[in-house]
């Protein structure tokens, strides 16, 4: 009877030890919050909420979420453009053990510490539409909507069939720091050097992510440069507060107005004939396609050295580097404009 009992308190613990052992096993990369979710957890923020742009990057990303099944999206950020409101959501986050923090960034470097520190915690950082300083925020990837090099040359293509090829043009850009706003304009300028040399930009001027001034400064330009025969507007706020502002001053059809935004924004002055052309991707899928990578960045099946994606119903996508292409940008004209809901 006493050995028996022995034979029974030995296969306890050893049971208790194999117990043990298994929770030891529990998959690693994650925090101790993470590893006994159910649901990876994935925090999606914009460079500002309540814009049609951002509200359709929001859509997408609402709609793989669901169609994925095991992701609990957050969707947050700020209501101004501004990076000192961008990194208090970034701590927040890592301070919850998210799985996935995914940026919209509104200045690479001013951020990168921020995104650092949630790295260090073991929290999976990747940015979409605008990049954070790659070295300085050790985020794994980037979802970018096009190559700067595509964009900045469909731009000043487009410009120079309306306007003609030795116009004078200005362009109303975003902030100062915005990644991307900077890296289209340089691309611009190379290629007009290269393609139309005689095009000549006049003067660039940085509303912020602020329609109204836009719109200001756009007025200022036309009353200073009288001769300026097109404005660019490089921001889903500027270029329709560019529009706007040509089109109280009766130019519309006299100066070109050409940009990026949504068909939504710029529908009114496409229908109007201010604006010609709409140039931009799909923000829609630009959020559904963040919300695979950050999926497959945190189960690491996305990793350095890989060329192409499964994006569910994008299909592959290309990987060049460390970046994750959606695809060329798009234009809507007064043709198909009207088939586009975001």
Request: with cysteine; charged share 25%; glycine share 8%.
């Amino acid at each position: 009877m006493r050995k028996a009992l022995w034979l029974t308190l030995i296969l306890a613990g050893a049971m208790h030890l194999l117990v043990a052992c298994g929770k030891k096993q529990a998959p690693s990369g994650g925090t101790t919050a993470t590893s006994t979710r159910t649901k990876l957890v994935v925090a999606v923020m914009p460079k500002l909420k309540g814009i049609d742009y951002f509200n359709a990057v929001e859509r997408g990303a609402r709609e793989a979420a669901q169609e994925l099944g095991n992701i609990d999206l957050t969707y947050d950020g700020p209501t101004e453009g501004k990076v000192d409101q961008q990194i208090p959501f970034i701590e927040s986050w890592t301070l919850q053990k998210v799985d996935v923090i995914a940026v919209a960034c509104n200045d690479p470097d001013a951020i990168s510490p921020a995104l650092k520190r949630a790295r260090d915690k073991g929290v999976h950082v990747i940015t979409y539409d605008a990049d954070a300083n790659a070295e300085k925020s050790g985020r794994e990837f980037f979802v970018n909507q096009a190559t700067f090099e595509d964009i900045g040359r469909a731009l000043v293509d487009e410009m120079a069939s309306q306007a003609g090829e030795d116009a004078k043009v200005a362009i109303v850009s975003s902030s100062p720091t915005a990644p991307n706003q900077n890296a289209w304009i340089a691309v611009m300028k190379r290629y007009m050097a290269e393609k139309y040399p005689k095009m000549q930009i006049v003067t660039i001027q940085y509303p912020e992510e602020d329609q109204g001034r836009a719109f200001s400064m756009t007025q200022d330009i036309l009353k200073t440069y009288s001769d300026v025969k097109g404005v660019f507007g490089l921001s889903s706020v500027a270029f329709p507060g560019a529009a706007d502002a040509v089109r109280q001053a009766g130019k519309s059809g006299k100066v070109a107005v050409v940009g990026l935004s949504t068909p939504k924004s710029m529908k009114e002055f496409v229908k109007d004939g201010t604006v010609k052309t709409v140039i931009l991707w799909n923000p829609v899928d630009l959020g559904y396609l963040t919300v695979y990578v950050a999926k497959a960045v945190a189960e690491g099946t996305l990793k350095p050295g890989a060329t192409e994606f499964e994006a569910g119903r994008l299909g592959k996508v290309k990987v060049e580097g460390d970046q994750v292409l959606l695809g060329p940008p798009m234009k809507f004209t007064a043709e198909n404009i009207d088939q586009y809901d975001f």
